[in-house]
C-alpha cells in the first residue's frame, strides 16, 4: 500500500522560505513520477509543480516558476519543494502525490495516491 506523508509547512512572513518534504512508501519510489499541488480556503486543488521518475524532467505551474523548486531522492524515497520568495497567495494546504506512469504530469486526475496535506501560512 503507497503511503504519503508531507512534512515542512508552517507559518512564515512574506518574502521567506520554506522546504517541503514527502517521504513514500509502499512500491519502488524511482519508477514513478512525483507531484505537488496546493489547495487555498475556497478554491479547487491546483498543480504547483512535478517530477519525472528520474528526475530529469521537471515541470511547474506559472505561479511559482523561478520562486519554486521540485527535486528528489531516490535513495531516500523522498521529494522535495523549496518554496522561496513565498507571496501571501501561496497560502494553502501543500499536497505530494504519486502516479503510475515516469514522466511528468500536471493533471491531478493522474495521480491515485495522495498524501494527507500539510499546512503553509505566509503571513506578518
Known amino acids: 500500500q503507497v503511503q504519503l506523508v508531507e512534512s515542512g509547512g508552517g507559518l512564515v512572513q512574506p518574502g521567506g522560505s520554506l522546504r517541503l518534504s514527502c517521504a513514500a512508501s509502499?512500491?519502488?519510489?524511482?519508477?514513478?513520477?512525483m507531484g505537488w499541488f496546493r489547495q487555498a480556503p475556497g478554491k479547487e486543488r491546483e498543480f504547483a509543480a512535478t517530477?519525472?521518475?528520474?528526475?530529469?524532467?521537471?515541470g511547474y505551474a506559472d505561479s511559482v516558476k523561478g520562486r519554486f523548486t521540485i527535486s528528489r531522492d531516490n535513495a531516500k524515497n523522498t521529494v522535495y519543494l523549496q518554496m522561496n520568495s513565498l507571496k501571501p497567495e501561496d497560502t494553502a494546504v501543500y499536497y505530494c502525490a504519486q502516479g503510475n506512469i515516469a514522466t511528468i504530469l500536471r493533471s491531478p486526475s493522474g495521480y491515485p495516491y495522495w498524501g494527507q496535506g500539510t499546512q503553509v501560512t505566509v503571513s506578518s
Open positions: 517530477i519525472s521518475a528520474s528526475g530529469g524532467s521537471i
Open positions: 509502499g512500491r519502488t519510489f524511482s519508477t514513478y513520477v
